[in-house]
Structure formats: structure tokens, C-alpha cells
């Protein structure tokens, strides 16, 4: 069976390119779904991004794929995994996702900012997807808002480059899609 949610490759690709073919993709609308809650899923997703179920990692990326596209946040802060039918609880130690590696194009307020995901889907920092920066437990937690509540958290080398382009312009943080995005939790 081929599978229906491949990953999109940041690399050789344009921005604009990119957003069309975000906006062309469609994720099941889980937003609409409200299922009874039928137990825990054995399933658990490890501060380094790793999923697993029943302490034992899920090594097929396509099945990774397939669980992320069906994960939300709820109004209490769980989260879940929901299909038309049922609601699992999942357990996520940090944040849902990684954002593992970064495409820049422009300069200072017409940049654009591409975050890829770990789990094979980017997003475009801007209205839609703002980066928040929050202090945490080790230091500060620079995240990424991909849907449904869920959070990306940036990698250390990614948000290394991120104040790479603050430092460039001589700032305390980024522009992307004509937003700006301080580096600072308390800005």
C-alpha cells in the first residue's frame, strides 16, 4: 500500500514552491472529531522525539507519519490520538515534535523561515506557525506552533542558527513571512 503522507524535503526546494505544496496537503480533520475517550494508547513520545509503544521504539517512519497526523492537544493540556471512532491518550515528555533543520530565504523583514519537522512535515514561521520561546527545565525551550496545540521544540543546533541570523542582523530576533520573532521569553 503506498503511503498517503509522505515527507516533505526541505532541501532543493523553494519556500514558495514549499507553501504550495503545504497548502495542497491534506491532513484528516481531526478538529471535527470528538470520539469517546476509550483508554491509553501504550503509546509515548521521548523528549528526543522518539515514539514508542509499550516502551519499545516505532521504528517505521511511515507509521510515525500516520500517528502524528491523527495527534491533537486538548483544552487540559493531554493529548490525544483521535479517529472518527476513538480517543487514545498518548504520553509526550516535551513537546510533540523536533524541528531538526532550517531554509532560510530573503533578508531582514521579506525573510522566510522553513523549519523541517522530525516526523517529515515543515512548516513556514509566520501568522500561522509563530515561534515561542519559553524558559524550561536546562534553559530556554524555543518552539515552533504546528497545529492542533502541538508544539515543535527546535533542535539546539537549529535554534543556534536562528540566533545566528539575530546576531547577522544586529537584533534580538528574527523576521520571517514580515513578522518579528523575538529570541527572548520576556519580550
Not at 37 to 50: E, K, N
Not at 83 to 94: G, M
Not at 100 to 115: C, N, S, T, Y
Not at 147 to 161: D, F, T
Amino acid at each position: 500500500m503506498p503511503e498517503l503522507h509522505a515527507p516533505i524535503e526541505l532541501q532543493g526546494i523553494d519556500l514558495h514552491g514549499l507553501q504550495r505544496l503545504l497548502d495542497s496537503r491534506q491532513l484528516p480533520p481531526i478538529e471535527r472529531w470528538n470520539p469517546p475517550h476509550c483508554g491509553h494508547s501504550g503509546m509515548r513520545i521521548a523528549a528526543d522525539g522518539t515514539w514508542l509503544h509499550d516502551g519499545e521504539p516505532i521504528r517505521r517512519p511511515a507509521m510515525v507519519r500516520l500517528f502524528s497526523s491523527i495527534l491533537r492537544r486538548e483544552p487540559d493540556g493531554t493529548h490525544v490520538l483521535v479517529t472518527p471512532v476513538e480517543k487514545l491518550s498518548i504520553d509526550i515528555e516535551r513537546t510533540a515534535f523536533r524541528a531538526v533543520d532550517m531554509q532560510v530565504e530573503g533578508d531582514g523583514e521579506l525573510r522566510r523561515i522553513a523549519f523541517a519537522l522530525d516526523h517529515g512535515d515543515p512548516v513556514l514561521l509566520g501568522a500561522d506557525h509563530p515561534l515561542v520561546v519559553r524558559d524550561g527545565v536546562g534553559g530556554l525551550s524555543p518552539r515552533i506552533k504546528v497545529r492542533h496545540g502541538l508544539e515543535a521544540e527546535l533542535s539546539r543546533p537549529v535554534y543556534y542558527e536562528l540566533a545566528e541570523l539575530a546576531l547577522a542582523d544586529g537584533s534580538d530576533g528574527v523576521w520571517s513571512e514580515g513578522i518579528f520573532f523575538p529570541l527572548d521569553p520576556d519580550r
